[in-house]
């Protein structure tokens, strides 16, 4: 099975990457985080590989940080929870949030991500809270957002956006712009010309 892979980033997309090594082209699964931690395209990339064998498909998962591809591993023992929504978790929210809602039963975070229902957080307190003792995080302190930010994130995730893209294009936008912090407006179509 493959378990690392690395090589030339051919392309890459919210979702997808393809890694060329040795000559042969990889179409591999990626969570948000880790798009967003890829380099450019050409460049080279080192990727922890998780294969996932069907009986009518083989597919790959990369991840940039071994504790990501960890964390997947545990999300799919987990039952109702195949490999897309386990990267639809990773993708809604970084590990070390997942690791911490999960820990502290955190039910009201981890139905903030698409496809996560009441049942399912139930299920992912109850099934892992104590096998992710090896993956204990420092709880991540969320940067604060000013009012005007908030609903701008507010209106990105409404809008169909992954609220780490989106809070990390209204973070580059009021970098970009101090003054639009406190402007709606303003920081919403900065935030949209970040994000598209």
């Not at 139905?111 to 009441?118: A, E, M, Q, S």
Request: net charge neutral; proline share 5%.
């Amino acid at each position: 099975m493959i378990a690392h892979l690395r090589g030339r980033l051919f392309s890459k997309q919210p979702g997808q990457a393809i890694v060329e090594a040795a000559g042969v082209g990889y179409d591999v699964t990626i969570s948000v985080p880790t798009f967003t931690a890829l380099p450019g395209e050409g460049a080279e990339v080192s990727l922890f590989i998780h294969t996932h064998v069907r009986e009518d498909a083989l597919a790959l998962y990369g991840f940039m940080d071994r504790n990501e591809k960890r964390l997947f591993e545990r999300l799919i023992t987990v039952s109702g929870v195949g490999p897309k929504l386990a990267i639809t978790i990773l993708s809604g929210l970084n590990p070390e949030r997942t690791v911490a809602a999960i820990r502290a039963q955190d039910h009201a975070t981890l139905t903030l991500i698409p496809g996560v229902g009441k049942k399912l957080a139930e299920r992912l307190v109850v099934e892992l809270k104590e096998k992710l003792e090896d993956l204990a995080v420092a709880p991540v302190a969320q940067k604060q957002l000013a009012p005007a930010a908030e609903d701008v994130l507010s209106a990105l995730v409404n809008l169909g956006y992954q609220r780490p893209a989106a809070q990390k294009a209204i973070e580059t936008a009021i970098d970009k712009d101090k003054a639009a912090s406190g402007n709606f407006d303003e920081l919403f179509r900065a935030a949209l010309k970040v994000i598209r």
